[in-house]
């Protein structure tokens, strides 16, 4: 079914002096575009209601089902603009494919793949001037926010029969401000993410409300990031909370935990792909805390890194955790234990298949997999 798009532009867009502004220092996540994208769904009525029009707050029955029970997902991709103007979506196919197993997971009602591609698009046209200049392999980009809400009023416990989807709109800057810095994980055996059934592997805003207690508890440990473990054994590594985890070893191949509970990442995916590029062989497994540990000991494992479309890639210089007495109280205190990555700084492998990945997006390399879609 092909949704009909309403293009309703801004009367009164943010003027250019003041986007610029914008642009020029833009963060993540803080700045939004003139225009949104949304379209509704009832039980009844099926997808109706698509359009693209001003940026506007939406207005919810205090009952709408997403504000009690959670039901909502979402996705995330980015517009780059390349150095002749056009500006393209990286795989926006596997995007669309991803929520609707989410939408599926979720109950919600699955959104054709081409309608979530088409209101993307119409979006990034409509608000083609916010796609940042990335100059001399800078970083900056137009991130793409698609959603979608259970909005019937109603506190029964069961699938909503309406829904709203949406896509929003915001300029980002490199994510990190001054070079490519590595960071620290914290290894959690207090909290999980994800347990075989439940939604790991969707993109939903509980798994992330559920991680910001085992984010502030990284924090406070020094660290930048958790790194789960799975939720049976709390033995093998699953992934980093919002980006994939991958391990660089010293017989030239590229790890990575292999799917189940963790999310299908669009980097994770696109990196196995380009690796053999590299002269890196690309393995999905499962891969015991105790391997890493070894391995980082006896120099077998050289990078660490996470991958994700925010950050790219992001090595990983060192890794922290607590082994604990397994028969003592839930909250008493453990052995702090911490290992270096390498040299402790950013590996050569990890900054490799970050420019290799960058430079596809922004247009530098030849798109010979035709991961690439131009939209204006
Ligand atoms: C979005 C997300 C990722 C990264 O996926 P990309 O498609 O590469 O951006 C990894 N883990 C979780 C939990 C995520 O939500």
């Avoid at 803080?30 to 029009?53: C, E, I, L, N, P």
């Avoid at 991803?98 to 979530?116: G, N």
């Avoid at 416990?157 to 949406?166: C, D, I, M, P, S």
């Avoid at 909370?241 to 030239?252: A, C, E, P, R, W």
């Amino acid at each position: 079914m092909a949704l009909d798009l309403d293009v309703r532009p801004s009367d009164r867009p943010v003027d250019d002096a003041a986007r610029s502004e914008i642009l020029a220092d833009p963060g993540f996540g803080r700045y939004f575009t003139d225009h949104m994208a949304t379209a509704r769904w009832t039980a009844d009525d099926g997808w109706h209601d698509a359009s693209v029009h001003p940026l506007e707050p939406f207005t919810l029955h205090p009952a709408a089902a997403v504000l009690h029970y959670g039901q909502e997902i979402f996705e995330g991709l980015k517009a780059y603009r390349h150095a002749d103007g056009s500006v393209w979506l990286f795989r926006p196919d596997k995007n669309a494919r991803r929520f609707a197993h989410s939408a599926r997971r979720l109950a919600l009602p699955v959104l054709d793949e081409d309608d979530f591609v088409a209101a993307v698009e119409a979006l990034v046209r409509a608000d083609a001037a916010w796609v940042p200049d990335a100059p001399d392999g800078q970083e900056a980009s137009l991130y793409l926010r698609p959603f979608m809400i259970a909005t019937e009023p109603f506190l029964g416990v069961r699938a909503a029969h309406e829904a709203t989807f949406g896509v929003v709109a915001s300029p980002a800057g490199p994510y990190f401000s001054g070079g490519v810095h590595g960071v620290n994980l914290w290894v959690t055996d207090r909290f999980v993410r994800a347990s075989r059934g439940g939604t790991g592997d969707a993109k939903t805003g509980g798994n992330y409300a559920a991680s910001l207690a085992a984010q502030a508890d990284a924090r406070d440990r020094g660290c930048d990031q958790v790194l789960y473990l799975d939720g049976e054994e709390h033995a093998w590594l699953e992934e980093a909370g919002t980006m994939n985890v991958f391990l660089v070893t010293s017989g030239g191949e590229l790890l990575t935990p292999a799917l189940g509970s963790i999310l299908d990442g669009v980097t994770r995916d696109s990196l196995l792909d380009l690796a053999p590029d590299l002269g890196l062989t690309p393995v999905e497994r499962r891969i015991g805390l105790a391997e890493l540990r070894e391995r980082l000991a006896d120099g077998s494992v050289t990078e660490v890194f996470a991958a994700g479309t925010a950050a790219v890639v992001t090595p990983v210089v060192g890794i922290r955790g607590e082994d604990r007495d397994p028969e003592g109280a839930d909250d008493g205190a453990g052995v702090v234990w911490e290992q270096q990555v390498g040299d402790g700084t950013p590996g050569a492998a990890s900054l490799e298949l970050r420019s290799a990945l960058l430079d596809l997006q922004y247009g530098r390399t030849p798109d010979a997999r035709g991961w690439l879609r131009r939209v204006v």
